[in-house]
């Protein structure tokens, strides 16, 4: 079952385009996406340039740099935003982890180019890329029956170990490998989820 409104509006938008217009948005992703994996963080009209497309072009496309953004990061994100996998329980995030860690390595440069933008921000837009992980750890735990306040801890717990901000910690705190990394990050979520099951299991009836 594919995850409920996880493509956000960017992506929905960039496939509505056809012939010369989704060619153009294409190019402007695509020069943003090489513009911050170099370590930039650029405005729509210094992609526009480097793309050779008209100001105003670029500006009906994307009107202000965290439309840019969001779209960049829906295009390296990719096939993470229609996952979906017949697994059951716990083994559900075992099944996202090991989908979504390699696709994170993969385009690590621009994720991490994107949380820097969405920082210098200064909360701006603190949109930038929340549902994604939020409808993505709500899928994977979906059917572990837990009342519905234990359940949206879990959820917020989960995000600890899950995203770029996970794999920075991982990777540049610790020195892990990919590997290692993902393995570390899945037993704090696998952990999570036992001792949320087990709390559950311990109110009998209560629902909160």
């Keep these: 079952m594919t995850v409920p409104r996880q493509r956000d509006e960017a992506a929905e938008k960039a496939k509505l385009l056809k012939g010369a217009a989704a060619r153009t948005h294409s190019l402007m992703v695509s020069t943003a996406n090489a513009m911050m994996r170099e370590g930039m963080s650029p405005s729509v009209s210094e992609v526009a340039e480097a793309a050779g497309v008209s100001r105003s072009t670029a500006y009906r496309y994307f009107p202000n740099r965290s439309d840019m953004v969001r779209a960049v ?3 390296a994100l990719g096939p993470i935003l229609d996952w979906e996998d017949r697994m059951n329980g716990s083994d559900r995030i075992t099944a ?3 989908a979504a860690f390699p696709r994170l390595y993969e385009h690590e440069a621009t994720f991490r180019a994107a949380l820097r933008q969405s920082l210098e921000a200064d909360g701006a837009d603190a949109t930038l890329g929340r549902g994604h992980r939020r409808q993505l750890l ?3 735990i979906r059917d572990l029956g837990l009342p519905k306040g234990k359940a949206d801890r879990l959820i917020r717990a989960l995000s600890l170990t899950f995203g770029v901000e996970a794999m920075i910690v991982l990777r540049d705190i610790w020195g892990l490998s990919d590997d290692e990394a993902q393995d570390t990050a899945l037993w704090a979520a696998q952990a ?3 001792a949320a099951k087990r709390e559950a299991g311990g109110d009998g009836n209560e629902k909160s």
């Design 73 to 75: 990061v829906a295009e």
């Design 96 to 98: 996202l982890y090991a």
């Design 192 to 194: 999570m989820i036992e």
């Design 138 to 140: 709500a899928s994977a």
